[in-house]
């Protein structure tokens, strides 16, 4: 059986409108890191054109040598900033710095992941994949439908409404798990889960 892993991973879903707490697992992706506005950069646009080939390479070798298909997860990045007002109410993305990413099921070895890089060896970016293990632990997260440049408020909100009446601050970095194609999904329709790890609530004074 061909195996889904956004159905098996609780922290794969979530719900419009809802920011959830969730606890999430540390998981095993292979990364690409960079800087600059996504919509110009090149870096970012060979990272998308890299990753994704090394991770179809990686899926039909896993069918092939160790008998266990599975679905393509799909693209992921981390946000990160001096300033984090450059993601809510001052977006300026070409002060981002940004690491792709695209999630390894656990049972992958790494010299399967050195074979999907050799077949994928004409990727653009193909010198700067790693393979790295994130654990983010405790995080907020929701499900945002809609274009990219709409996510401010949202973020705005969580990070000046919901997480100081909680007693957290940010413990890691900007997580989006890019749930639509953007080449094929009209910008309204784009579905976008919005993760931020947290610290544990303060106690009271």
Same mark, same amino acid.
């Given at each position: 059986?061909?195996?889904?892993l956004?159905k098996?991973?609780?922290?794969?879903?979530?719900?419009?409108?809802?920011?959830?707490?969730?606890?999430?697992?540390?998981l095993?992706?292979?990364?690409?890191?960079?800087?600059?506005?996504?919509?110009t950069?090149v870096s970012?646009?060979?990272?998308?054109?890299?990753?994704?080939p090394?991770?179809? *390479?990686?899926?039909?070798?896993?069918?092939?040598e160790?008998?266990?298909?599975? &679905? @393509? $997860? %799909?693209?992921?990045?981390?946000?990160?900033?001096?300033?984090m007002?450059?993601?809510?109410?001052?977006?300026?993305?070409?002060?981002w710095?940004?690491?792709?990413?695209?999630?390894?099921?656990?049972?992958i070895?790494d010299?399967?992941?050195?074979?999907?890089?050799?077949?994928?060896?004409g990727?653009?970016?193909?010198?700067?994949?790693?393979?790295?293990?994130?654990?983010?632990?405790?995080?907020?997260?929701?499900?945002?439908?809609g *274009?990219?440049?709409?996510?401010?408020p949202?973020?705005?909100?969580?990070?000046? &409404? @919901? $997480? %100081?009446a909680?007693?957290?601050?940010?413990s890691?970095?900007?997580?989006?798990?890019?749930?639509?194609?953007?080449?094929?999904?009209?910008?309204?329709?784009?579905?976008?889960?919005?993760r931020?790890?947290?610290?544990?609530?303060?106690?009271?004074?």
């Amino acid at each position: 059986m061909k195996v889904d892993l956004k159905k098996d991973l609780p922290s794969y879903s979530a719900k419009r409108g809802v920011i959830e707490l969730v606890d999430v697992p540390r998981l095993r992706y292979l990364m690409i890191d960079g800087s600059g506005d996504p919509n110009t950069s090149v870096s970012y646009r060979h990272a998308i054109e890299t990753l994704f080939p090394v991770s179809y *390479s990686l899926k039909f070798l896993s069918k092939r040598e160790l008998g266990r298909d599975y &679905v @393509v $997860m %799909p693209l992921e990045a981390l946000w990160w900033a001096d300033d984090m007002e450059s993601f809510t109410s001052a977006r300026d993305k070409s002060r981002w710095s940004w690491t792709a990413m695209i999630l390894v099921p656990d049972w992958i070895p790494d010299d399967l992941v050195g074979k999907a890089k050799a077949v994928a060896a004409g990727a653009p970016a193909i010198d700067r994949v790693r393979v790295e293990e994130l654990t983010e632990g405790r995080c907020y997260q929701t499900l945002h439908v809609g *274009s990219y440049d709409d996510e401010g408020p949202v973020l705005d909100h969580l990070h000046h &409404v @919901v $997480m %100081p009446a909680a007693g957290v601050e940010p413990s890691g970095r900007h997580h989006e798990i890019y749930l639509s194609d953007a080449r094929r999904t009209e910008p309204a329709k784009l579905r976008t889960i919005l993760r931020q790890p947290v610290t544990a609530p303060r106690p009271p004074v």
